[in-house]
């Protein structure tokens, strides 16, 4: 508990702690190698706190893959609604979906969107706006 108060009050992520105490070949009361995820219980339950900054989020998904399918972000995008409204498309099966690695996101989904798909959409999003059924469309339609 010494080696990771010193390591986590000089600044380093609980994966580079655990990385260093490897190194040395120290472990775990269960003789285990150190993970980030127990080097992070046994920092909270020796009450240490987090000195290293937050590390930088994961990039957002593009709008459009370079093949021209959309994300949800960017579906939501396109047809003004909530990601839950694209999802919920999804889960109905109003648009075609594949899903993919995309830079470090992990089979992320990728919606074709045509032409007549869009018409689709579009006529589904005003007959729901018309007939007041927002929360992506209400769960419980077409489910």
Do not use: C
């Amino acid at each position: 508990m010494d080696r990771i108060r010193e390591l986590a009050a000089a600044g380093l992520h609980d994966a580079e702690i655990a990385e260093q105490l490897n190194t040395a070949g120290l472990r775990t009361g269960t003789k285990l190698a150190w993970k980030e995820e127990l080097v992070r219980s046994a920092r909270r339950s020796g009450q240490i706190k987090r000195v290293a900054p937050d590390r930088p989020r994961m990039p957002p998904l593009p709008h459009k893959h370079p093949d021209g399918r959309y994300s949800v972000p960017g579906a939501a995008a396109r047809f003004g609604v909530s990601h839950a409204v694209v999802r919920a498309w999804i889960a109905q099966g109003l648009v075609t979906t594949s899903r993919a690695d995309f830079g470090t996101h992990r089979q992320a989904f990728w919606l074709d969107i045509d032409d007549a798909t869009a018409a689709r959409l579009t006529a589904r999003k005003a007959t729901a706006k018309k007939h007041g059924r927002p929360k992506a469309e209400r769960r419980s339609r077409g489910a």
